[in-house]
């Protein structure tokens, strides 16, 4: 379903569209009703339509053509002599297109025909209105390029502000740090040693989702030392040798890739699964160029409520993957009534 902002947004492209041919036919209009008026041109008149529509059906293909195709493969990232070669070849087109329709509406006996001089006049002649509007449709293209990007960023900031709130309020809910911490007091008198380098992982952990978060990426290897630091600190919880099993594999380094992307959904299994009986696998695979996270948990319905994927914290998660990954993620989402799966898949350039 469209958003209101993204129909506001269209509408607002179809009026400036409307706007500048608008703006075009009435100058042509004026231009075309002066010459009509001097003295000795009692046909001009009648040359009116046909002067318009070789005015505008040539203009209305280069203009769409640099508008839609030429600016999407060629401008994003620039490509400047690929595209004065293409946008050179549209403007050629629309000029022999307005040289064929001057000689269906004029016909093909008159002098300006037969004169391979004049007839390359005016060819030259529509092909510099071609590239004008052209030039001029690139630049409108840019302008609404450059402000879908900087609504995008907009709100992709304010989305991460309320992430990163998400993150500390839900994923390391008060829950989590009442057990940890008194899991990690338990482990003072039994293993000092042990119960240090919990309280090291709990450091890190927070400063890593309170500091780091903010950044726009981060490396892919640190991104999993810190996802096995929050699962060890789960793990202490529970004697259960089999309760969480995280896999990794492929190589990470030098990947990057947003902050805190897989903990919503990791803290999520873990909410909702007993550690004595259930179960929870949780596996990520570093491929070319795919990043797949797999998270799977058992949970006993009769005694946990029905997992959804539609909390404030996982809408959070999902809707800032829509704007981290456009059209470059795929989440998937199954519950079967005792198992819970998620599958993101992020393809990276």
Known sequence: MTRPDERTKK?????????????????????????????????????????????????????????????????????????????????????????????????????VFRDARESAALAASFFALAAVHGGIALVLRGFVAWFDETKAREELARRNFETELALVKSQLDPHFLFNTLNNIDVLIGRDPEKASLCLNRLSDILRFLVY?????????????EHLEKYVELQRIRTSNAGY????????????QIAPAVFFPFVENAFKHSESRTDSISIKIAVENPEIVFECENSYR????????????????????????????????????????????TLYED
């Open 244 to 255: 969480v099993r995280l896999e990794t594999a492929g190589a990470a380094a030098g990947r």
């Open 301 to 344: 319905p009769k005694n946990s409520p029905k997992q959804e994927f539609g909390g404030r914290g996982n809408a959070l998660a999902a809707r800032r993957l829509e704007l981290l990954y456009p059209e470059k993620h795929r989440l998937e989402i199954a519950d079967t009534g005792a198992v819970y799966r998620v599958k993101l």
């Open 212 to 224: 780091e978060t903010k950044s726009e990426r981060v490396l892919l290897a640190r991104e999993l």
């Open 11 to 111: 509408a607002a492209v179809a009026l400036l569209h409307l706007g500048y041919w608008l703006l075009y036919l009435l100058l042509l209009a004026v231009i075309l009703a002066i010459a009509a008026l001097q003295p000795g041109r009692a046909a001009g008149w009648r040359a009116l339509a046909p002067l318009f529509a070789l005015s505008v059906a040539p203009n209305l293909v280069s203009f769409y053509a640099f508008y839609f195709p030429l600016f999407a493969r060629l401008m994003r990232p620039p490509r400047p002599l690929a595209l004065a070669v293409a946008g050179a070849l549209v403007c050629l087109a629309a000029a022999l297109f307005a040289v064929l329709l001057a000689a269906v509406f004029y016909g093909f006996e008159q002098p």
